[in-house]
């Protein structure tokens, strides 16, 4: 009878410890099974994410190399053009200069962004009395709000005068303080030389004119 109850227990006790085994192997199954469907979300947020940044990354990169093709037409149109044009910001300092104004003033191979007419001045001392000269000039500008259009005449290296009709626009921010200032300068140099003949051929019609009137009336008292 004893023998029978303590084969029951162990019965009992081997059945329990199956039991307890199966909810172990159950509860780990379902255990990796959720890190399984976990990992696989975690995989595919990641696929979506990648894809999503890639194609903003793709996205910046087409909008970064359309306005780099805009930035580079418009440099190349500037600098192709034969006028001396300038942008400084509201400090009075060098942002950018075509080719054509390098060349004028001798910049090439010169650090001139972020300084102004008078460090300019310091580093090209051949054209610092036309650096200072455009100080007061912009100051004009600035002065009256609007578009200033005049004429600068400096010399150049080899001893010839230029001159140019030179127009500076202001620009300005919402609360009216100093943004940037465009300037614009066209080579004049040789149509002055035209008027300037033009204007002595003409006194020397009026000479000529005056002289034959003169003998006429000598010959003719």
């Not at 805009?70 to 053009?81: D, G, H, K, R, V």
């Not at 005449?153 to 921010?173: C, L, M, R, S, Y």
């Not at 009216?176 to 300037?196: H, N, P, Y």
Request: aromatic share 10%; charged share 25%.
């Amino acid at each position: 009878m004893i023998k029978n109850r303590e084969g029951v227990r162990k019965a009992a006790a081997v059945a329990g410890l199956l039991l307890v085994g199966v909810y172990i192997v159950f509860q780990t199954m379902a255990f990796f099974k959720g890190a399984y469907a976990l990992s696989s979300l975690i995989k595919d947020s990641l696929l979506v994410g990648v894809t999503a940044g890639t194609f903003y990354l793709l996205h910046k990169r087409s909008i970064h190399t359309q306005v780099s093709d805009e930035q580079y037409q418009l440099a190349t149109l500037i600098n192709s053009m034969p006028d001396f044009i300038c942008f400084k910001d509201g400090a009075g300092k060098w942002v950018a200069v075509n080719d054509f104004g390098r060349e004028l003033y001798h910049l090439k191979g010169i650090d001139y962004r972020g300084k102004t007419d008078a460090e300019l001045g310091e580093l090209v001392p051949f054209f610092q009395a036309a650096f200072l000269h455009c100080i007061s000039s912009d100051e004009e500008a600035w002065r009256k709000k609007e578009k200033v259009r005049t004429e600068e005449a400096f010399e150049i290296p080899n001893g010839e005068v230029k001159t140019f009709d030179v127009i500076k626009v202001p620009v300005f921010f919402d609360d009216g303080s100093r943004k940037a200032l465009i300037t614009i300068g066209r080579d004049i140099t040789q149509q002055k030389l035209a008027e300037a003949l033009l204007i002595k051929k003409e006194k020397l019609s009026v000479v000529g004119e005056l002289a034959a009137g003169i003998a006429h009336e000598i010959r003719n008292p």
